[in-house]
């Protein structure tokens, strides 16, 4: 690979694609055409999850020669999440934008999404549609997930099915996301102390949307309760499984407790006896599952103990420090001159580098070096 291929881009596009039914072409000349307008440099990334050999090799022959194109196959189907992942990993791009394989929004509104990165200083943005052009079933499913989101994650989005968003790299070298964790990326982020921001795009259209079925809703629930945990009990488990275990365990001992008091006031009555209540049983099972879910989360809580400074679920943004007195130059009565600078914490606990005297403010990422902040050149 010549060097020309190895030069970091400003953009890197991550197009993952499920089906033959991917608008290729119209992705690389409509947004290709927004991106040269604003002058940036760029590549496109399509990610075939479980598509044929035949059609990866025709995706192969019609890619254009005026523009960078990479494509990556799977062997099988993996899913949305694990082709972004793969996408993002090979990127070249300082920032990352993530498209559907067909033009869900309009890609004019792409230079509002860019924007919000460049001129805001925004570390991820998500998309809302609006209006809305698909199904009315469709848009009031859309309308109660987003709502118990902010519920749930006191965080205002409105849209995080959309999957155009963008983020600048370093969002996904921190940011831990499997499973179908994908579309909760911009909570996950914010929780990391990232700036989030959500801009408004013109809606389209809308294809290849999962059915209404019973699974989808399960996997839905059970995806804002992995959520829910990963968000508030990660660093305190015992809160969750000692509210939990607590509660169950409450919940056996009144029943228990019933059951006696049912006994010691008919002591006459062959019925109410313990011995004969099959309800006795359930209530001990409650009792040995509430402690045991009470001591689950003890051993999560000594392990986050033991392990927690391997993880980092946090983000210094700047920090101010005044030059040394005794450093020469430095005036009686003089107020030191004050320096701001973006730490990105590593995770290894060594100390961060420091300049003082200065008044230069650095920018707030750690991109490669000689790279710049925004994504117009």
């Not at 690389?28 to 479980?50: A, C, P």
């Not at 949305?80 to 996408?87: F, H, K, R, V």
């Not at 924007?115 to 009315?136: M, Q, Y």
Request: net charge neutral; aromatic share 10%.
């Amino acid at each position: 690979m010549n060097d020309a291929e190895e030069t970091i881009r400003d953009l890197t596009v991550v197009v993952p694609v499920h089906n033959e039914g991917v608008e290729f072409e119209e992705i690389l000349e409509q947004y290709g055409r927004e991106f040269d307008e604003r002058g940036i440099s760029y590549e496109f990334v399509f990610v075939l999850d479980g598509t044929s050999e035949a059609f990866f090799e025709e995706l192969g022959r019609r890619r254009p020669k005026d523009r960078s194109v990479r494509l990556i196959q799977f062997n099988r189907a993996f899913g949305e999440s694990i082709a972004l992942a793969a996408g993002f990993k090979i990127a070249r791009g300082r920032v990352i934008l993530s498209l559907p394989s067909w033009i869900q929004n309009d890609p004019a509104d792409v230079h509002h999404v860019l924007d919000a990165i460049d001129e805001r200083g925004a570390d991820v943005v998500t998309c809302w549609r609006r209006p809305r052009v698909d199904s009315l079933v469709h848009r009031a499913q859309s309308f109660f997930f987003n709502l118990v989101m902010r519920w749930l994650t006191r965080v205002r989005f409105h849209d995080l099915n959309c999957l155009q968003r963008a983020m600048r790299r370093r969002v996904f070298e921190d940011v831990s996301v499997q499973g179908d964790m994908y579309r909760f990326l911009p909570v996950l982020a914010h929780r990391a102390g990232y700036q989030v921001s959500e801009v408004g795009v013109r809606h389209l259209k809308e294809k290849n949307r999962p059915g209404i079925g019973l699974g989808v809703y399960l996997r839905r629930f059970l995806d804002i309760s992995a959520l829910l945990f990963l968000t508030r009990f990660t660093r305190k488990p015992l809160r969750f499984f000692g509210l939990a275990g607590g509660a169950v365990f409450v919940l056996g001992l009144v029943m228990c407790a019933f059951l006696l008091v049912q006994m010691m006031m008919s002591p006459e009555d062959p019925d109410l006896r313990l011995k004969n209540r099959s309800m006795l049983v359930l209530g001990v099972l409650l009792l040995v599952l509430g402690v045991q879910t009470f001591f689950i989360g003890l051993v999560a809580e000594i392990i986050i103990f033991t392990q927690g400074r391997n993880l980092k679920d946090y983000r210094v943004g700047r920090i101010a420090e005044g030059a040394p007195v005794s450093e020469p130059g430095a005036t009686a009565g003089r107020a030191p001159d004050l320096s701001r600078e973006t730490l990105e914490d590593d995770g290894s606990g060594g100390a961060p580098s420091q300049e003082e005297g200065s008044s230069r403010s650095r920018p707030r990422s750690a991109d490669p070096p000689g790279s710049e902040q925004r994504t117009s050149a």
